[in-house]
């Protein structure tokens, strides 16, 4: 039923930006967080930052400083500001969304991914 559409990835040189943008989920009661995941060449698939319907904001410490995710209330879209980039930041990054564990959404997915953007970041 939730279907979610990833944008804005690309080649960046370091120390530039990219602004990442998934469509597809409205923020109803049945959607208690929405976050950004990537996964490295060899490696496994991490958190990179997360946010409640609330506003409530979470990063790892490898992003602190350099991204921001936010939404827009309106319609749904979740967003990741990426400044400062990074050689390291490379990976496919993931828009994710978790239902409420509420009796009310206990017809929706636990959980909703994008089908993953390609960020490549040169030295």
């Known amino acids: 039923q939730v279907q979610l559409v990833e944008s804005g990835g690309g080649l960046v040189q370091a120390g530039g930006s990219l602004r990442l943008a998934c469509a597809g989920s409205r923020h109803t009661i049945c959607i208690s967080a929405m976050g950004w995941y990537r996964q490295a060449p060899g490696k496994e698939r991490e958190l990179v930052a997360t946010?409640?319907?609330?506003?409530?904001?979470n990063y790892a410490d490898s992003v602190k400083g350099r991204f921001t995710i936010s939404r827009d209330n309106g319609n749904g879209t979740l967003y990741l500001q990426m400044n400062t980039l990074k050689p390291e930041d490379t990976a496919v990054y993931y828009c994710?969304?978790?239902?409420?564990?509420?009796?009310?959404?206990?017809?929706?997915?636990?959980?909703?991914w994008g089908q993953g953007t390609q960020v490549t970041v040169s030295s």
């Open positions: 946010i409640t319907s609330a506003g409530i904001t």
């Open positions: 994710n969304a978790r239902r409420s564990t509420v009796s009310l959404c206990s017809g929706y997915s636990p959980s909703y």
